[in-house]
């Protein structure tokens, strides 16, 4: 009686703090379906006298919002499947492995963790300006610009990543030894062995990845903002700033915008989702 009374506590626990997560979005859904006159009101209106559905024909009518969709998803998708393949060799390297320098390169890398990237943006921008041999420049990175403005530019800084090495290396640490063994006795080399034994076992950790990759380089504004400039280069969260100028924030355009933008998202996250947490239990990552 008591553990299904402390069952139910604790559901309800869930639902409260459940219902002020969720809060926000049906905010932004809310706002997105309003008049301008509804949200500048005095008086905090949550249900609009008037639901606008056309708020979402205008907001998509305005710019090119085919190319900024899919500038970003071309830059999303590059930048998971380059970063599962180097996070998950990399992290299989540090966790089953033995060779001289291992742990070092490890707490080498990361150390990536603790700067944050405010620190790196500008070190970053001027070495992708200086590439050799692109976008007009010579063999010693000068007369051009590089990578900047360009596809290589928004892609490049996020393809590795100490988490990923981390998360994969924790992964495959929890492994036994005999596994490893029994590979070479079959006459597997370390690159086969990680192909045909560890990959088909790690979609765990690979949706894991994805959710959280895909999360990060969709939702990036700052570093899209430095390196571009150009319209057609534009991303789907620089876009959003159109609805703002010099005098006003058209908010309901804004939310209607933005709750088109964060649905691939949402469907991403519903079909990872039992990927995703069995992969950060199994990874060792805590909360």
Known sequence: MENSKTRIGLSVIVLIFSLFMIFPFVLMVITSLKTMGDIMSPQFIFFP????WHNYVEAMSRGNWGR?????LFVTVITVVISLVLNSIAGY??????????DILFVISLIGLMIPPQVTMIPVFLILKHVPFAGGNDMFGQGGLGWIN???GLIAPYV????GVFLFRQFYLGFPKELDDAAKID???RFQTFMYIYVPVSKPIFATLVALKATQAWNEYTWP????????MKTVQLALTMFRDETQVQWNLLMAATTIIILPLLILFLFTQKYFVQGIVTSGIKG
């Open 187 to 189: 006459g597997l080399t």
């Open 49 to 52: 006298k008037t639901w606008v």
């Open 150 to 152: 360009s596809y290589m």
């Open 225 to 232: 903002l430095i390196v571009t400039n150009a319209d057609e």
């Open 93 to 102: 390297s540090f966790g089953r492995l033995n060779f001289k320098g291992r």
């Open 160 to 163: 590795a990543g100490s988490f």
């Open 68 to 72: 900024y969709f899919f500038n970003s």
